[in-house]
């Protein structure tokens, strides 16, 4: 029998550690529209923080989402650069219906387009599927049950 991976339960850190996975972080060049785009998706974020140097709300179940703009990054790591492309990191926002994902797709891609990625399709996981991306380019998947029932088909 091999020992335990430090990382793994019940490895060597398992049982010192008291850490909570607890705060998600996006360092963004415009945060303006960074968060208009997440205000627009369901997020709270409070009126009056767009020119914030950095700006958090807590979602529902205790998780911290915060946003930093380039330049307050900078201020503690000299020279940092906005990594570029896509899947640099994703999120993902359950919709209450496949019809709510055709309708925040589609308006969130109105005018220009500038977000669109996958257009809704349907999944064949069971899921009414779209992604756009966020002013930073970040993937944002939509998603929904086609069941009806909040659990994909291959669940059942």
Known sequence: MRPPVPFEPGGAYADRMALSFDFIGIVTRDLAASLAFYRALGVDVPPGQDDAPHVEVRL??????????????RGFRPGYELPEG??????????????????????????????AHTAPWDAPWGQRYATVLDPDGNSIDLYAPLSG????PAAN
């Open 149 to 152: 029932d909040g659990a994909s």
């Open 60 to 73: 529902p179940g205790g998780m911290k989402l915060a946003w930093d703009s380039v330049e307050t990054v």
């Open 86 to 115: 896509e899947n640099r990191i994703g999120f993902a926002f359950q919709a209450e219906s496949p019809e709510e994902v055709d309708r925040v797709y589609s308006e969130l891609t109105a005018g220009d387009g500038a977000v």
